[in-house]
């Protein structure tokens, strides 16, 4: 129940295409979904975040949509550029919680192409 | 965002020998740390979480005695691998949670990362 499914593995865009990643999750106490950013050999990064009381949430070229009943959110990375290669991460965890942890997905590998 | 460091950013020991890992908050205090593993191509496996002044507390299957964890400080905390062998060369990760947001959320904060090479 405190699983992430996260697919494609890997992506390959070309450069100006959309990028999707799809991402699933079980536990409907979860309240915050974010995105990581991760380039080899270094930790991730925060992309962007979004909670389960709105359907979409936007910034710059990066848009979380948010499907509360299916339990399932994306990331659509508009006019991807070869700097976008990197792995991506989607999370979900409970943020008022003290004790609460980042329950990751397996990471997608997205490669655009120029 | 805030910021989160770990030292040193790669290290090659012997096998045998041990190795510890830093990692600081630096611009709030964290008054919880994680450190994760992460295999190549893989995800970010948590190992334990620690919170200041108290003991570690280790997800199941990550041996105690072999990853040392001391959280002595609201900014510092080290990661020891102990005896290390071949088998625990990985990318370990850190995290510090910033409690504080307005509003009473959280947020973590990963730092950059420590190659450990054990040969």
């Known amino acids: 129940q405190q699983q992430v499914k996260q697919s494609p593995q890997s992506l390959i865009v070309q450069k100006g295409g959309i990028s999707i990643i799809n991402c699933a999750y079980e536990?409907?106490?979860?309240?915050?979904f974010p995105w990581y950013q991760q380039f080899p050999g270094k930790g991730p990064a925060l992309l962007i975040a979004?909670?389960?009381?709105?359907s979409e949430k936007k910034e710059g070229r990066f848009t979380i949509s948010f499907n509360k009943s299916a339990k399932q959110f994306s990331l659509h990375i508009m006019d991807s550029q070869p700097g976008d290669s990197a792995t991506y991460f989607c999370?979900?965890?409970?943020?008022?919680?003290?004790?609460?942890?980042?329950?990751f997905g397996s990471g997608t590998r997205l490669s655009i192409r120029p | 965002g805030a910021v989160v460091s770990q030292h040193p950013s790669r290290v090659i020991c012997k096998s045998g020998t041990s190795v510890k890992i830093e990692c600081r908050s630096l611009?709030?205090?964290?008054?919880?740390m994680f450190w994760y593993r992460q295999f190549p191509k893989q995800s970010l496996m948590l190992m334990a979480t620690?919170?200041?002044?108290?003991?570690?507390?280790?997800e199941q299957g990550v041996e105690k005695d072999k990853f040392l964890i001391n959280h002595a400080s609201l900014t510092l905390s080290t990661l020891t691998v102990t005896s290390a062998h071949p088998e625990d060369s990985s990318f370990y990760i850190c995290?510090?949670?910033?409690?504080?947001?307005?509003?009473?959320?959280?947020?973590?904060?990963f730092g950059p990362g420590t190659r450990l090479t054990v040969t």
């Open positions: 995290s510090a949670r910033d409690p504080g947001l307005a509003g009473g959320q959280y947020e973590q904060y």
């Open positions: 536990n409907t106490a979860f309240d915050y």
């Open positions: 979004i909670r389960p009381d709105v």
């Open positions: 999370a979900a965890t409970l943020q008022y919680s003290s004790a609460s942890k980042i329950i």
């Open positions: 611009d709030f205090q964290a008054t919880t």
């Open positions: 620690s919170n200041e002044g108290s003991k570690a507390t280790y």
